[in-house]
């Protein structure tokens, strides 16, 4: 590296320390992250698909955080994750259900990447009975290895309780060998719900501050104004750089899903 320091030095006619002091700083690597909760298969499915597929190309993401995807063999319905990894093209498919393997239904949640992939496992989240999972991808970032989960957790709005257990145990689960950690998905609260204190305070910040957004559930599909998909990021090792809710637009009168997808371009520090 010296060597060729002096080679672009002596090229340019400047003095060694003149070339260090203008030579430029490496860029941060940066990320670009979806969560999309697409509704499984509700709705005018095969109006929403094409829509749906349009609206996760345009963000070009490196992960992408798909809650309620379904696989139903009853109803002709392929794996929605695989069929979008296909149609996106790139893209590897991590997916993770509480259905047993091999069952010609599954619902659960996936996770899309294009970058290498350096591990992968799954979780049922305690309290058991309510069905919930998380699925973490480690991936190299630059050469750098970042966790990415996904998890969808209890949908009750006086369920900040079991929210708050259920986030406890993803934590306890997950490796501590100081990877940068991001937790994606459908928390179904907002970030003042107290199950998810965890996840608002110090340590994580949100890409979507709050109220910088007025929902990302879809009014037109009956719903309140809420935030309730969030993309979180450990503050030590993670920058936030910019975040945008998408498919929030009618494309003749139809939208990708009933909520809308949350994109978020994060730097590594």
Same mark, same amino acid.
């Given at each position: 590296?010296?060597?060729?320091?002096?080679?672009? /030095?002596?090229? =340019?006619? &400047?003095?060694?320390?003149? /070339? =260090?002091?203008?030579?430029?700083?490496? +860029?941060? =690597?940066?990320?670009? %992250?979806?969560? $999309?909760?697409?509704?499984?298969?509700?709705?005018?499915?095969?109006?929403?698909?094409? &829509?749906?597929?349009?609206? %996760?190309?345009? #963000? !070009?993401?490196?992960?992408?955080?798909?809650?309620?995807?379904?696989?139903?063999?009853?109803?002709?319905?392929?794996? #929605?994750?695989?069929?979008?990894?296909?149609?996106?093209?790139?893209?590897?498919?991590?997916?993770?259900?509480?259905?047993?393997?091999?069952?010609?239904?599954?619902?659960?949640?996936?996770?899309?990447?294009?970058?290498?992939?350096?591990? *992968? !496992?799954?979780?049922? %989240? *305690?309290?058991?009975?309510?069905?919930?999972?998380? %699925? +973490?991808?480690?991936?190299?970032?630059?050469?750098?290895?970042?966790?990415?989960?996904?998890?969808?957790?209890?949908?009750? *709005?006086?369920?900040?309780?079991?929210?708050?257990?259920?986030?406890?145990?993803? &934590?306890?689960?997950?490796?501590?060998?100081?990877?940068?950690?991001?937790?994606?998905?459908? $928390?179904?609260?907002? #970030?003042?719900?107290?199950?998810?204190?965890?996840?608002?305070?110090?340590?994580? $910040?949100? @890409?979507?501050? +709050?109220?910088?957004?007025?929902?990302?559930?879809?009014?037109?599909?009956?719903?309140?104004?809420?935030?309730?998909?969030?993309?979180?990021?450990?503050?030590?090792?993670?920058?936030?750089?910019?975040?945008?809710?998408?498919?929030?637009? @009618?494309?003749?009168? *139809?939208?990708?899903?009933?909520? $809308?997808?949350? @994109?978020?371009?994060?730097?590594?520090?």
């Amino acid at each position: 590296m010296i060597a060729r320091r002096v080679l672009l /030095c002596a090229a =340019a006619a &400047l003095p060694l320390g003149a /070339c =260090a002091t203008t030579s430029a700083a490496p +860029r941060p =690597a940066r990320l670009k %992250l979806v969560t $999309f909760n697409i509704w499984h298969n509700q709705g005018d499915w095969a109006a929403r698909r094409p &829509l749906l597929i349009a609206a %996760l190309k345009a #963000q !070009d993401a490196d992960v992408i955080a798909l809650e309620e995807v379904l696989e139903d063999a009853n109803v002709g319905l392929e794996n #929605q994750a695989w069929m979008l990894a296909r149609e996106l093209g790139g893209y590897s498919v991590a997916f993770v259900s509480t259905d047993p393997e091999g069952a010609p239904r599954r619902y659960g949640n996936a996770l899309l990447t294009r970058l290498p992939v350096l591990a *992968e !496992d799954t979780v049922r %989240l *305690e309290p058991l009975d309510d069905f919930r999972t998380a %699925l +973490r991808v480690r991936v190299s970032v630059a050469g750098r290895p970042v966790d990415v989960v996904v998890t969808h957790l209890a949908w009750q *709005e006086d369920a900040g309780p079991v929210r708050a257990r259920q986030i406890e145990h993803l &934590l306890r689960w997950l490796p501590q060998d100081g990877a940068p950690l991001i937790v994606m998905g459908d $928390f179904n609260a907002t #970030q003042d719900d107290s199950g998810l204190a965890t996840l608002t305070g110090a340590r994580f $910040f949100s @890409a979507l501050p +709050r109220n910088s957004v007025a929902t990302t559930l879809n009014p037109a599909k009956g719903h309140p104004n809420r935030v309730i998909d969030h993309i979180f990021a450990e503050r030590e090792f993670i920058a936030p750089v910019e975040a945008h809710v998408f498919g929030d637009v @009618a494309t003749g009168g *139809e939208y990708p899903s009933d909520h $809308f997808g949350v @994109a978020a371009t994060v730097e590594l520090r």
